[in-house]
């Protein structure tokens, strides 16, 4: 008989900081994080053995690691109301999306389960979330977690975003294909491909990782019970999504212009004998101050960092309990720091910074350096946060409010 191996919890290490962006990463085969955005990003396929190296040097030391999140804690957060889940069973093909009441046993074979958000409740996919932050967090959505029973699958589908997949427990065999051909079976509550045929086909082990660009056709099958990738998606939103609100914010910002704010005249307007029709005066006229209209850069990127750093529609903050005055605040902050909450986003441009859509400071506020470190390390220690201390003593920074609504949190003591 085979000894059995002791299994314990894999423990995602940090990234160090600064994050060496031009030395080799065994998370991308070997390869620095520049030559993988040069080479591979947005263009091809990438499969990477023993991305995490740990869970091979465990194996070879007579031990095992596991999922740094068991299946309980997966149900439990599935069976929630405030976590987007959903439940794929196959033959017949079903889904099912949370809060969800029961969920198959891991032996069971032919479902799958999937957990959105998973950096927004687990330190440990918030950790292994950011050893991706060589691309920029505009780009980024969120770490999904599939768990399934051995066959499980959501069937052979397209993204319309990157995608790294990432073997955290069992196996899954992954056959992908750049095929063309994009049409969809009819009649099933899921996007599954008609004529999926794969070009490459691989096993994934427990450590390993593959990268697919959008677009590339795609399955994985569960060969193991309990099977976990956790899937780190990177979102790429429609030009017209983005246009489409950077034209609904500048129109808040044109109610204020003076060159716009008289009214509309037509002194030289004729007689007509069909009063329905609108007036060409009036069409080259208004085509005329939108030919007029600019926007720079500046208009561009504070528009577009407002909007991705709005949090999705289901993410709730919780208030701090106790909730400290502002001398108190004061003085806990200056000597324990502060971090992001996990569903907090923060994004900038050259001139200002915005904290989930809001801005909350700009490049002349003394804050501003303050700010940017917060963007950059997603934490700060009290030394850090020493240099914010004459816009810390105000009763209505956006420090101290961004704390009262759970946004920023204190380290703890």
């Not at 929630?80 to 969800?100: I, N, T």
Request: negative net charge; contains cysteine.
């Amino acid at each position: 008989m085979k000894p059995t191996l002791s299994s314990y919890p894999y423990t995602p290490p940090a990234m160090p900081q600064p994050m060496p962006l031009g030395q080799a990463w065994a998370l991308l085969g070997g390869m620095s994080p520049e030559v993988f955005m040069r080479d591979y990003w947005q263009k091809k396929p990438l499969l990477i053995r023993g991305a995490i190296p740990a869970f091979a040097l465990a194996k070879k030391s007579g031990q095992a690691l596991t999922s740094p999140i068991d299946f309980a804690q997966l149900c439990t957060l599935a069976q929630s109301d405030q976590v987007e889940s959903r439940l794929v069973k196959a033959h017949p093909w079903s889904l099912e999306k949370g809060p969800l009441k029961q969920i198959p046993a891991l032996h069971e074979k032919e479902w799958t389960l999937l957990v959105q958000g998973m950096n927004l409740h687990h330190e440990a996919a918030q950790t292994v979330l950011s050893w991706f932050r060589f691309i920029p967090d505009a780009r980024l959505d969120d770490l999904m977690i599939s768990v399934a029973g051995p066959g499980g699958g959501v069937g052979p589908h397209v993204d319309s975003y990157d995608v790294f997949l990432l073997q955290m427990s069992g196996r899954r065999r992954w056959k992908i294909s750049a095929q063309k051909n994009l049409d969809f079976c009819a009649g099933l509550p899921l996007k599954i491909l008609k004529d999926f045929k794969a070009s490459s086909d691989w096993i994934l082990e427990p450590g390993d990782m593959l990268y697919l660009p959008p677009h590339i056709a795609h399955d994985g099958i569960a060969l193991d019970p309990g099977c976990q990738t956790w899937s780190i998606g990177f979102r790429s939103p429609s030009y017209a999504e983005l246009i489409s609100e950077i034209l609904w914010r500048t129109a808040d910002v044109l109610a204020e212009d003076p060159a716009l704010a008289s009214l509309y005249t037509d002194p030289l307007q004729k007689a007509v004998a069909g009063s329905g029709r609108i007036p060409q005066a009036m069409v080259k006229a208004i085509a005329k101050r939108l030919d007029q209209l600019r926007w720079s850069n500046s208009d561009i990127s504070c528009s577009l960092a407002a909007m991705l750093s709005e949090p999705k529609p289901h993410v709730v903050f919780e208030p701090p309990q106790p909730v400290l005055s502002l001398s108190a605040f004061h003085k806990a902050v200056l000597k324990h720091g502060l971090r992001l909450a996990w569903a907090s986003r923060l994004l900038h441009d050259g001139e200002f910074i915005y904290l989930n859509g809001e801005s909350v400071s700009d490049n002349h506020a003394p804050d501003w350096s303050t700010w940017l470190a917060l963007s950059h390390l997603q934490h700060l220690t009290g030394a850090q946060m020493a240099e914010a201390q004459a816009v810390l003593e105000d009763e209505n920074n956006p420090w101290y409010e961004h704390y009262l609504a759970g946004a920023l949190i204190l380290n703890k003591t």
